[in-house]
């Protein structure tokens, strides 16, 4: 098959959840003989300079990126008051993308159009008028439902209407989005079980995210006497900026007080002066890191205290893949097979998690002991190349 990608952000390099999913199961399915190519938006926010992606990189997946300046302005966002379009959506419609992506579909015939993301959805009906084959979406989240939950967590009332106004006009989008696709790709069989209630008549699968288990290959290192625990994930998404806040608020400092000799790390794309601001001796914090597997290297156990996500939690994934030890809420866990006290560790409130730390760097052998568990069960439910087949499998099935 010849597969064209499209996405609201570059799948390379491949550091943050989005760009990670992308990229493996467009090189799992380059592994199975198919061949992928890239067209992404490069936006102010995931700007990847086009000098910094490797030319082997380009060449190989045909990689192509058009600037689309999605930034949120005052104006425009209040005139979408007045207005049934989504804002969330709205601000990825951009002309040079469209252009270049009608010369793309006029240039070259496709068997498959994949799209990554929601975001890219208004771009239908180009598609539809030069591509006469099977359309995709990859749904890596249920995108209203994290707005719900961030609408939820909301303090500020002006705010949380605002939010919840955004988020039903989102939904009802979202839904009605689904009768213009093909199939479409769910990434845990959580958000397939909710695609599959709208009744559209629209086929969909659950593909998890695709991990290779060469490059995740090396063991937890061993506690010497205190684990080093972390957090790993990319700042400007609401969702893990809402988790770090509460983990420094209302976790660590009760975790220190037990055990004064604790040291939490926190890393990730786009860190906040308000999050860098926490620095002490037993909070070391990173604004970006080069290499994830030399960043892994030295951690025990990754605390995640999701409350506003949807779809899978790829760091989770690749934690458990390394064999790290992960404490998580079951927002968190979500669309992950797993099982509490097995694979994870599933806490809600604050002193759950105090209480989980204090466990672990009591009985450091639960690192151990979960931590290979976990690494087990990732390399029988989620290797790149299975995963990869049963997407082949699905995607050739409207070719036929």
Same mark, same amino acid.
Not at 136 to 150: D, G, K, P, Q, S
Not at 166 to 177: A, D, M, N, P
């Given at each position: 098959?010849?597969?064209?990608?499209?996405?609201?952000?570059?799948?390379?390099?491949?550091?943050?959840?989005?760009?990670?999913?992308?990229?493996?199961?467009?090189?799992?399915?380059?592994?199975?003989?198919?061949?992928?190519?890239?067209?992404?938006?490069?936006?102010?926010?995931?700007?990847?300079?086009?000098?910094?992606i490797p030319e082997?990189?380009?060449?190989?997946?045909?990689?192509?990126?058009?600037?689309?300046?999605?930034?949120?302005?005052?104006?425009?966002?209040?005139l979408n008051l007045?207005?049934?379009?989504?804002?969330?959506?709205?601000?990825?419609?951009?002309?040079?993308?469209?252009?270049?992506?009608?010369?793309?579909?006029?240039?070259?015939?496709?068997?498959?159009?994949?799209?990554?993301?929601?975001?890219?959805?208004?771009?239908?009906?180009?598609?539809?008028?030069?591509?006469?084959?099977?359309?995709?979406?990859?749904?890596?989240? /249920?995108?209203?439902? %994290?707005?719900?939950?961030? $609408?939820?967590?909301?303090?500020? *009332? +002006? =705010?949380?209407?605002? !939010?919840? #106004?955004?988020?039903?006009?989102?939904?009802?989008?979202?839904?009605?989005?689904?009768?213009?696709?093909?199939?479409?790709?769910?990434?845990?069989?959580?958000?397939?079980?909710?695609?599959?209630?709208?009744?559209?008549?629209?086929?969909?699968?659950? /593909?998890?995210?695709? %991990?290779?288990?060469?490059? $995740?290959?090396?063991?937890?290192? *061993? +506690? =010497?006497?205190?684990? !080093?625990? #972390?957090?790993?994930?990319?700042?400007?998404?609401?969702?893990?900026?809402?988790?770090?806040?509460?983990?420094?608020?209302k976790v660590w400092?009760?975790?220190?007080?037990?055990?004064?000799?604790?040291?939490?790390?926190?890393?990730?794309?786009?860190?906040?002066?308000?999050?860098?601001?926490?620095?002490?001796?037993?909070?070391?914090?990173?604004?970006?890191?080069?290499?994830?597997?030399? #960043?892994?290297?030295?951690?025990?156990?990754?605390?995640?205290?999701?409350?506003?996500?949807?779809?899978?939690?790829?760091?989770?994934?690749?934690?458990?893949?390394?064999?790290?030890?992960?404490?998580?809420?079951?927002?968190?866990?979500?669309?992950?097979?797993?099982?509490?006290?097995?694979?994870?560790?599933?806490?809600?409130?604050?002193?759950?998690?105090?209480?989980?730390?204090?466990?672990?760097?009591?009985?450091?052998?639960?690192?151990?002991?979960?931590?290979?568990?976990?690494?087990?069960?990732?390399?029988?439910?989620?290797?790149?190349?299975?995963?990869?087949?049963?997407?082949?499998?699905?995607?050739?099935?409207?070719?036929?």
């Open positions: 098959m010849r597969i064209l990608q499209l996405a609201h952000k570059s799948p390379y390099p491949p550091h943050e959840g989005g760009p990670m999913a992308m990229n493996a199961i467009a090189d799992g399915l380059m592994r199975l003989g198919h061949t992928v190519e890239v067209l992404c938006m490069n936006t102010p926010k995931y700007n990847v300079p086009l000098d910094t082997a990189y380009k060449k190989k997946v045909n990689y192509n990126a058009v600037f689309v300046d999605n930034r949120v302005r005052i104006f425009p966002a209040f007045f207005s049934p379009v989504s804002y969330h959506v709205a601000r990825f419609v951009n002309k040079a993308y469209e252009k270049k992506l009608s010369e793309t579909l006029q240039s070259a015939k496709y068997d498959v159009v994949l799209l990554e993301s929601l975001y890219v959805t208004p771009y239908v009906n180009i598609i539809r008028d030069y591509h006469a084959g099977p359309l995709f979406l990859r749904a890596h989240n /249920i995108e209203f439902r %994290i707005w719900e939950r961030l $609408t939820h967590n909301e303090k500020n *009332p +002006v =705010k949380r209407y605002y !939010l919840r #106004y955004l988020t039903k006009k989102l939904k009802r989008y979202e839904i009605k989005i689904i009768d213009s696709i093909d199939g479409v790709i769910a990434i845990s069989s959580v958000d397939k079980i909710f695609f599959d209630t709208l009744k559209s008549g629209t086929d969909v699968i659950a /593909i998890p995210y695709a %991990i290779d288990h060469a490059v $995740t290959g090396h063991a937890a290192p *061993p +506690v =010497k006497s205190v684990p !080093l625990f #972390y957090h790993l994930g990319s700042m400007n998404w609401l969702p893990n900026l809402e988790a770090v806040n509460w983990l420094l608020k400092p009760d975790v220190v007080k037990r055990i004064p000799s604790a040291v939490i790390s926190i890393a990730g794309r786009s860190m906040p002066e308000d999050i860098v601001a926490f620095s002490n001796n037993s909070v070391k914090v990173e604004r970006d890191i080069k290499s994830v597997e030399d #960043y892994l290297s030295d951690k025990h156990v990754l605390l995640a205290p999701i409350f506003s996500g949807s779809g899978i939690r790829i760091k989770i994934l690749e934690a458990m893949s390394y064999g790290k030890l992960v404490i998580t809420t079951a927002t968190g866990a979500e669309g992950i097979d797993y099982e509490d006290g097995k694979d994870i560790m599933i806490a809600e409130t604050a002193g759950q998690f105090v209480e989980k730390i204090i466990l672990v760097c009591n009985n450091p052998v639960l690192i151990t002991t979960i931590g290979q568990h976990a690494r087990q069960t990732i390399t029988g439910k989620y290797d790149l190349i299975r995963v990869s087949k049963k997407l082949e499998a699905f995607m050739e099935g409207f070719l036929l």
